[in-house]
């Protein structure tokens, strides 16, 4: 979900609370549309004029008219519970008012082990490596694009995962038929930072506080992602 451009001072104090508080950037975003979307539903009014009976009417609207999935009306309501708690500072009541978005019973869909293979054997080398990781390793997909040099450890078949689901660590297994792979992709990511280098790039993505400890070491090889993008990118804040 993309959030839309806005220079509301309301809206960027909602953004100041959310990254003092070290949330994603996906968050954020999902976060500010969820609220700019509850001020616009209720005619532009100003948040601290709204209260509990006002975000079930929002939440029921999404339910009933809009026909979101459970998750999707979980996240406006986890927009809203963050709106009033950390920037209007008076948390929400009673909401049970709100008519809720309904889980369509499904049996799950469960890959056989000929499946898996034959699915293994359609992939290309960008798309290979990462999948290996999370069928082997048990990682969610942004848990793998997230990875840095230094979370592999080869000499104890582990990955180490930072501030994974909840913002929590583990550690889980580097199974042995990917070292090589990976480390051969460790040998081209550093390929790819010497060239960042000595084009004076090569800084890594860290949280602010972190940044401004380390200064230049950002660079330092350990530091770069797993898997960078193709292209030079900048921080979205």
Not at 40 to 60: A, C, Q, S, Y
Not at 88 to 99: S, V
Not at 205 to 222: A, D, E, I
Request: net charge positive.
């Amino acid at each position: 979900m993309q959030t839309s451009k806005t220079t509301s001072p309301f809206l960027q104090q909602v953004r100041n609370a959310i990254r003092v508080r070290h949330y994603s950037i996906r968050t954020e975003q999902a976060y500010v549309d969820w609220i700019r979307r509850f001020i616009l539903f209720h005619g532009k009014r100003h948040p601290n004029e709204l209260g509990e009976p006002d975000v079930g009417r929002f939440l029921t609207w999404l339910a009933v008219e809009r026909n979101v999935a459970p998750s999707t009306q979980n996240q406006a309501l986890n927009a809203l519970v963050f709106l009033y708690r950390h920037v209007i500072d008076r948390p929400l009541g009673d909401i049970t008012n709100a008519a809720r978005a309904k889980k369509p019973q499904r049996l799950p869909v469960v890959l056989t082990q000929d499946e898996t293979k034959r699915l293994f054997r359609h992939l290309d080398g960008n798309q290979w490596l990462p999948v290996c990781l999370l069928y082997g390793s048990g990682l969610r997909l942004t848990e793998c694009l997230r990875l840095r040099v230094k979370d592999l450890d080869f000499d104890h078949r582990a990955i180490v995962v930072r501030c994974g689901k909840g913002g929590k660590d583990r550690v889980t297994i580097l199974p042995d038929r990917l070292v090589d792979p990976l480390a051969a992709q460790v040998a081209w990511v550093r390929t790819l930072h010497d060239r960042d280098l000595a084009q004076g790039l090569g800084a890594a993505k860290l949280p602010r506080s972190l940044r401004r400890k380390l200064g230049k070491s950002t660079r330092r090889f350990f530091w770069q992602f797993l898997f960078p993008s193709q292209s030079i990118s900048c921080d979205p804040r």
